[in-house]
């Protein structure tokens, strides 16, 4: 009895395995189908040459112009957009010709050791000329390395057949002799900033004794000259006052000489007044 109940038992299991293997086998696996990844784009900042680069050149605005192009990559050497496509300052270090891409890794960034090298080439030289405090100090916030500037020279105007003034006074307490009259020139134009630096250089270090340890210096900016510009203005530094502004200031008076008289008129009125009166009474 329990080998007839055993055997039937084993009859059914195995009924059921061999339909269970036939019906797995008639069900369809769904084929796995592995995701592709899909590509995210992004817009990049380039920049084009205008003209032709070429080694030592010091980009402006002119320079360039700037492109926006969308991507598909990760990384993209032309990529400007950490330094939001502004080129303006940097040092061309190799040669990039007109329409070509302009590319950081050809580049010197302003104030770095390499752009210092490579901006003077032979026969420049740097001139540091100082800041002073409540005087010229804003220059060390508004100019940067690869800008230009402008130098001039502030000197007093000492007119024909008379001596030196002593000082000015107004000109109610006084006669025009006693009215120091001065006169701006410029010496040089766009001459390029190599480097702007607020701390001032060891007094042991210094290449100037007069400039060393001076409490009233906060800092300089280093300018390049070729070496016939640094005679010119060792000539004429101690003349008068010699001072620094940007370059491409728009005006009537950044051109050529700027006298007293035409930023005065009132002065040359009353000289000419009294000219005449003279004249007058000799006749």
Not at 75 to 94: M, P, T, W
Not at 174 to 200: C, H
Not at 243 to 253: D, K, L, M, N, W
Request: charged fraction near 25%.
């Amino acid at each position: 009895m329990n080998q007839r109940i055993l055997l039937f038992l084993s009859v059914i299991i195995i009924v059921v395995g061999v339909v269970g293997l036939i019906r797995s086998n008639d069900e369809v696996v769904p084929e796995t189908v592995p995701e592709t990844p899909q590509a995210v784009s992004k817009n990049i900042i380039i920049a084009e040459a205008v003209y032709d680069l070429l080694p030592g050149d010091i980009i402006d605005d002119n320079a360039f112009k700037i492109k926006s192009q969308l991507i598909s990559e990760d990384h993209d050497i032309r990529d400007l957009s950490a330094i939001n496509g502004n080129l303006q300052g940097y040092l061309v270090k190799n040669k990039i010709g007109r329409g070509e891409n302009i590319l950081l890794a050809a580049l010197e960034k302003p104030g770095s050791e390499g752009f210092i090298k490579r901006s003077m080439q032979l026969g420049d030289v740097p001139y540091l000329f100082p800041v002073k405090k409540n005087d010229n100090e804003y220059l060390l916030s508004a100019l940067n390395a690869g800008d230009k500037v402008a130098i001039y020279l502030r000197v007093i105007e000492i007119e024909k057949n008379k001596s030196p003034a002593a000082g000015l006074v107004l000109e109610s307490s006084a006669s025009g002799k006693d009215i120091k009259k001065y006169v701006v020139n410029r010496v040089f134009d766009n001459l390029p900033v190599i480097a702007t630096t607020e701390s001032v250089p060891d007094s042991k270090t210094s290449r100037d004794p007069l400039l060393a340890g001076n409490k009233e210096i906060v800092g300089y900016i280093t300018i390049k000259l070729s070496q016939d510009q640094l005679v010119k203005l060792k000539t004429v530094e101690n003349a008068g006052e010699l001072f620094v502004a940007p370059a491409g200031t728009e005006g009537r008076y950044v051109n050529g000489k700027v006298s007293m008289d035409d930023v005065l008129p009132q002065f040359r009125t009353v000289k000419e007044i009294r000219g005449n009166g003279k004249s007058a009474a000799k006749k």
